[in-house]
């Protein structure tokens, strides 16, 4: 009689709305085998019975051939007695218990999706909501789990006989594919004028857009996580006008091209920048401008670089083609508020903005901006990660002995809810100053609770008492509360990155704009001994005052007023550019420094580029965060090896003297050198205090690891010189990859704190 066993499996990870259940159950029935496989709060579950070979052959096939969106964390095997069943079925998901599956991020068209899209003879040719168990949407749809079709927004979409026929054979790519659809029974598009009257329907919809677009008219397009607004990004006037709608100024939109043979002719791509913009995640990936671009001097003015995406979604791939032109696509939104997502808010706020609305009517449960990459050395560098990336959970090797919410920053703000070996970092929220950003935070909190039950017993928070995300945090009941330094979360969030478990002290560089720091002054440029529990504040640049407080944010001329009466004493204003161009506030402004009237010091390494950009002549105001910063780098001349040198007082901590950076400017603008050299010789200035800090700490404290974060470290000038010099003295060093570093990271860094103080 030939043996009979049985096997309980469970598997975890990202196994739900992926396909896993199909593959369970072609895998099943091809290897003769009978039992069961489901959805439940903890992943997927499954039964097999059969002949112990093609038992052992399911679960190695089981882990080595699984659907290409999922991503098995732990597979565990069960024996049983046999229950005498020969075939095999899918059974209902099972609700109750406590929540442990994870949910799978929005992924981009598959290949064979796009071959029906095109293809004339299929009944889903040209139809923008065409997806499978392999691509489409996932978390902006997902209303709870399990993840199953009643609990996503596509639970009013009825399937018609034919789908209902494809969602049942385990032989079809969309068998138990959740939102599955077709023109017949699924979301429908209409073009809306901004009153919202419709003015086309299907497929007569798309083409009114697209001529609406080469007729350079602004269009909102509602996508997978909120609405676009697009506009030809090779008319100058549609550009323009885009950018008086929407009030943004200066700050570059990204370029939709609609394949990668189209975005070649507007960016240098190698294979590192293809492989990311074709990923499954599909972000904006910031690439170095052809001179030949036909794209509008407006699109990304001032700018080396463009951010370039490919299209994501099946709508998005039927319109660039449509336009046959590159597409800018930004948020849907006026700037400093959130994305828009709801229709009737759509049509509300970017009413007065776009021309027209394509829509359509499968709602968007979550809001979800595009995220941003560039490459750095061959790897992604996230600098926004929202879209495609959330919710997948970075991976917290040493654990959280208790369940965590991490509040985040102010600005560039995600949250971070965790417990077991999971980080759950949301996607990006955006500045908490608008009262639309704040309830986008409270809400996303909520519905990550629920998505993963947790139930926070420790809740993180900044330092800074007037952060409403901190305010949020203390207002919380029944919780232990821990306050987590800004430059330490950032150290901390860049050893979760890459995967260290924090437990042995590294040389942390944290350098930004502004950060609330333990003695209650604003830091920004600090060398740190850290480990994820603790820290100390190694080395710091010299502060300086910061005139009016929050103004010389906004204006960098106020910094450079303070650096020039620091470190060139003697220089008279009127000899310089900046002191010309506003000497009629030059003397009240340096007076205020001077006697510390609302100028609280600072160590910020980004006021330093500020000061910097201002005495160049590259901007004296900034229209947004890091413009005066960004726009220096890109005047910066890469192929200039020239460095200033900045004092080091090896006191405890050392003191770094940027103000020698501001002198080494000054003296060579005087000498007529140009600003490109100036440029590049004080980023090559700032690369050489992070080697020599560094090499100081190592005296001291024999530590060889550098872990780099914080907002200033997005400028890849200054990272990459940073990075070679360390590493030719011997450093190993930590740059960010999965999470950005800026504040869009610093939620993970306060779980890690608050866990490894947990653990102590």
Known sequence: MTEVVRTAVRVEGIVQGVGFRPFVY??????????????????????????????????????????????????????????????????????????????????????????????????????????????????????????DRPLTTMAGFAMCAQCAAEYDDPADRRFHAQPVCCPECGPQLALRDPAGR????????????????????????????????????????????????????????????????????????????????????????????????????????????????????PLHHLLATAAACPLVLTSGNVSDEPIAYRDADALSRLGPIADAFLTHDRAIHVRTDDSVARVFRGRPMLLRRSRGCAPEPVAVHAGFPRPVLACGAELKNTFCLAKEHHAFVSQHIGDLENAETLRSFTEGIEHFRRLFDIAPQVVAHDLHPEYLSTKYALELDDVDLVGVQHHHAHIAS?????????????????????????????????FLVAD???????????????????????????????????????????????????????????AMARQRVNSPLTSSAG???????????????????????????????????????????????????????????????????????????????????????????????????????????????????????LEARGFTVLVHSRVPCNDGGISLGQAVVAAARDRR
């Open 26 to 147: 072609s895998l099943a029935t091809g290897l003769g085998l009978g039992g069961l496989v489901g959805n439940d709060v903890d992943g997927v579950f499954a039964e097999v019975e059969g002949p112990p070979a093609a038992v052992r052959e399911f679960l190695r096939s089981l882990e080595q051939n699984a659907p290409p969106l999922a991503r098995i964390e732990r597979i565990t095997a069960t024996d049983m007695a046999p229950a005498g069943t020969a075939s095999f079925r899918i059974v209902a998901s099972g609700p109750a218990g406590p929540r442990r599956t994870l949910v799978a991020a929005d992924t981009a068209t598959c290949a064979d999706c796009l071959r029906e899209l095109a293809d004339p003879a299929d009944r889903r040719f040209g139809y923008p909501f065409i997806n499978c168990t392999n691509c489409g949407p996932r978390f902006t749809i997902v209303r709870d789990v399990p993840y």
């Open 198 to 313: 419709v003015r086309a329907r299907a497929g007569e919809s798309l083409d009114g857009a697209a001529a609406l677009l080469r007729e350079g008219r602004i269009v909102a397009v509602k996508g997978l996580g909120g609405y676009h607004l697009a506009a030809d990004a090779s008319c100058e006037q549609a550009v323009a006008a885009l950018r008086d709608r929407k009030h943004r100024e200066d700050k570059p939109f990204a370029v939709l091209a609609a394949d990668l043979a189209a975005a070649r002719r507007l960016c240098a791509i190698d294979q590192a920048a293809a492989g990311l913009l074709t990923s499954q995640a599909r972000p904006i990936v910031l690439l170095p401008r052809l001179p030949s671009a036909d794209v509008a001097s407006a699109t990304a003015p001032g700018n080396r670089d463009l951010g370039i995406m490919l299209p994501y979604s």
């Open 494 to 526: 860049c050893l979760a990155d890459n995967g260290a478990d924090g437990s042995n002290p590294v040389i942390g560089v944290a350098f930004d704009g502004t950060g609330y720091g333990s003695d209650a002054t604003i830091w920004g440029g600090e």
């Open 532 to 590: 994820c529990a603790d820290f100390t504040r190694a080395g710091h640049l010299a502060p300086v005052p910061m005139p009016g407080g929050a103004a010389a944010i906004r204006q960098p001329w106020r910094m450079a007023a303070a650096y020039l009466d620091a470190a060139c004493p003697g220089t008279p204003a009127a000899s310089l550019g900046v002191g010309q161009r506003n000497e009629a506030r030059w003397a009240a402004v340096v």
């Open 607 to 725: 006021r330093l580029f500020d000061a910097v950009a201002a005495i160049l002549g590259v901007r004296d105001a900034v229209n947004y965060e890091g413009q005066a910063a960004i726009e220096l780098e890109q005047l910066a001349d890469p192929a200039e090896r020239g460095a200033y040198r900045a004092g080091i007082e090896a006191t405890q901590p050392f003191r770094v003297h940027g103000g020698d950076l501001v002198r080494g400017a000054v003296d060579d603008l005087a000498a007529g050198v140009p600003g490109a050299v100036i440029a590049a010789r004080f980023h090559n200035g700032v690369a050489a205090l992070v080697e020599e800090g560094c090499l100081l700490l190592r005296e001291r404290h024999g530590l060889d690891t550098v872990a780099l974060s914080g907002g200033v470290f997005q400028n890849v000038l200054l990272l990459s010189a940073a990075v070679a010099r």
